[in-house]
Nanobody
Framework: QVQLAESGGGLVQPGGSLRLSCAAS????????MGWYRQAPGRERELVAT???????KYADSVKDRFALSRDNAKNTMYLQMDSLKPEDTAVYYC???????????????WGQGTQVSVSS
């Protein structure tokens, strides 16, 4: 019913920037909170940042002041601007969203497939 598609990952040198996008599609009625998580090899998935439907944001301490999260509700899309990237930011980045969808307007949490971000010289 609902798909989340991430894009924008890639290989970048330390200090560089990337912009991730997460676009939701399907039988969407409304989207509540959205967020980005990441998982590095051998580590558990961790929260990067979240944004409410009204645009309030929260960040993990490790990315505060370097990452900026925004959303375009008209396009059902969320963006993560990542600046001053460090090798420890290397991970697969996943987006999620709390979406009300379908003919019965059920609220469910959806996840994207993930996009690889690699920071290396």
């Amino acid at each position: 019913q609902v798909q989340l598609a991430e894009s924008g990952g890639g290989l970048v040198q330390p200090g560089g920037s990337l912009r991730l996008s997460c676009a939701a599609s399907g039988s969407i009625v409304s989207i509540g909170a959205m967020g980005w998580y990441r998982q590095a090899p051998g580590r558990e998935r961790e929260l990067v940042a979240t944004i409410t439907s009204g645009g309030s944001t929260k960040y993990a301490d490790s990315v505060k002041d370097r990452f900026a999260l925004s959303r375009d509700n008209a396009k059902n899309t969320m963006y993560l601007q990542m600046d001053s990237l460090k090798p420890e930011d290397t991970a697969v980045y996943y987006c999620n969203a709390a979406v009300t969808a379908g003919p019965y307007q059920r609220l469910s949490l959806y996840w994207g497939q993930g996009t690889q971000v690699s920071v290396s010289s």
